[in-house]
């Protein structure tokens, strides 16, 4: 576990791939734990640690999780994400295919993408339409091109709606499916199971300081990445 941030209120970590943000039915130890376990040996806490999960990341994914270590910074931190004033850029690995529904647009300027999704919980996946369908959510967010490598291409995402899976979803549905993300039509898995998605930055103003924060997130450990991010201008 990387700490990329951290105060007495907010603590900010980089989660590899294959990690899950929170306990599920695998029994596997969740990235809550890990950090709850580091801030009791840090500080020397007695008892249980408080620690509070405001958003997730898919377990393939990587990059920057925030967690709120007090009471007082939860219920704003929720209330932040809930109206959309954390913001969070992406990259994302792909391998344009030419075969979406939507418009590719490899030029480097901010496009915006706006589908209707409809969540299929038994699946755990998203379907995306063209057009509001019965159960369908409105999702948008904004995209450009920034990177490339012999054989993929790097877009930077800025998600103006909150999803099940809706960049996974959403550019796999213009042609572009992530790297690695077989669910979401990729041609190969990646090797250790990742896909190729980072929550790479994210800025807000801190819920108690008021002061303005910028974050990166470290690169995942692989060639391609740091290949790729190496274009990037």
Same mark, same amino acid.
């Given at each position: ?5 951290? *105060? ?9 791939? @294959? ?8 029994? *596997? ?10 801030? $009791?040996? $840090? ?7 408080? =620690? ?5 990341? %898919? ?7 925030? +967690? !709120?270590? &007090? ?26 295919? @030419?075969?979406?529904?939507? &418009?590719?647009?490899? %030029? ?21 339409? %063209? ?15 920034? @990177? ?5 291409? =790097? ?5 103006? &709606? @909150? ?7 959403? =550019? !796999? ?24 998605? =980072?929550?790479? +930055? ?9 002061? $303005? ?8 450990? *692989? ?11």
């Amino acid at each position: 576990m990387k700490v990329v941030y951290e *105060d007495n209120h907010i603590i900010i970590v980089y989660k590899e791939s @294959g990690e899950i943000v929170q306990g599920d039915k695998t029994g *596997d130890t969740p990235l809550s734990e890990t950090v709850k376990e580091y801030i $009791k040996e $840090k500080y020397n806490k007695p008892g249980n640690v408080f =620690l509070g999960v405001v958003h997730r990341l %898919d377990r393939p994914v990587s990059g920057l999780v925030m +967690f !709120a270590r &007090t009471s007082k910074a939860l219920p704003r931190l929720n209330k932040m994400f809930a109206n959309g004033e954390v913001h969070k850029t992406y990259w994302a690995i792909v391998q344009p295919e @030419g075969k979406g529904k939507a &418009t590719y647009v490899p %030029d480097g300027e901010w496009h915006t993408l706006e589908n209707w999704i409809v969540r299929n919980e038994r699946q755990n996946k998203s379907y995306v339409y %063209d057009r509001e369908v019965p159960n369908s959510k409105n999702a948008v967010l904004k995209y450009r091109v920034i @990177g490339f490598s012999e054989r993929y291409t =790097l877009i930077e995402v800025r998600l103006l &709606t @909150g999803r099940h899976h809706q960049i996974r979803c959403q =550019l !796999a549905h213009m042609g572009c499916p992530i790297k690695g993300d077989l669910k979401y039509g990729a041609r190969r898995s990646n090797p250790d199971g990742s896909i190729s998605l =980072l929550s790479h +930055f994210v800025e807000f103003v801190h819920p108690v300081s008021k002061e $303005k924060i910028r974050l990166e997130s470290p690169l995942p450990n *692989d060639r391609l990445w740091h290949e790729i991010a190496a274009s990037v201008k």
